[in-house]
């Protein structure tokens, strides 16, 4: 139950994703830009500078065939 709650008061909730559905190009980038603009804190698209914070970079969706691994790494980058 206490994992419940956690899930249901986090932060990310303001931004809804329809994860159970494949999504075109343009509709991923547009909720990470949404995400930028909503977490600017915590998300941050555009390349790194010199003076480089910590980071995690997840990778999906590199390959044609990995239909559903975009959604994996929406539903990780969520979480983060």
């Given amino acids: 139950m206490k994992q419940l709650k956690w899930l249901h008061d986090a932060p990310?909730?303001?931004i809804s994703f329809n994860l159970g559905r494949y999504h075109s190009f343009a509709?991923?980038?547009n909720y990470?830009?949404?995400l930028a603009v909503t977490y600017p804190d915590r998300v941050r698209v555009?390349?790194?500078?010199e003076?480089?914070?910590p980071a995690i970079?997840?990778?999906g969706g590199i390959h044609?065939?990995?239909w559903v691994s975009p959604a994996v790494v929406l539903y990780m980058t969520e979480q983060v």
Avoid: H, T
């Fill in 12 to 14: 990310f909730g303001k």
């Fill in 27 to 29: 509709e991923i980038i």
């Fill in 32 to 34: 990470m830009n949404a």
């Fill in 46 to 49: 555009g390349r790194p500078s």
């Fill in 51 to 53: 003076y480089r914070k």
């Fill in 57 to 59: 970079w997840i990778d």
């Fill in 64 to 66: 044609a065939r990995e």
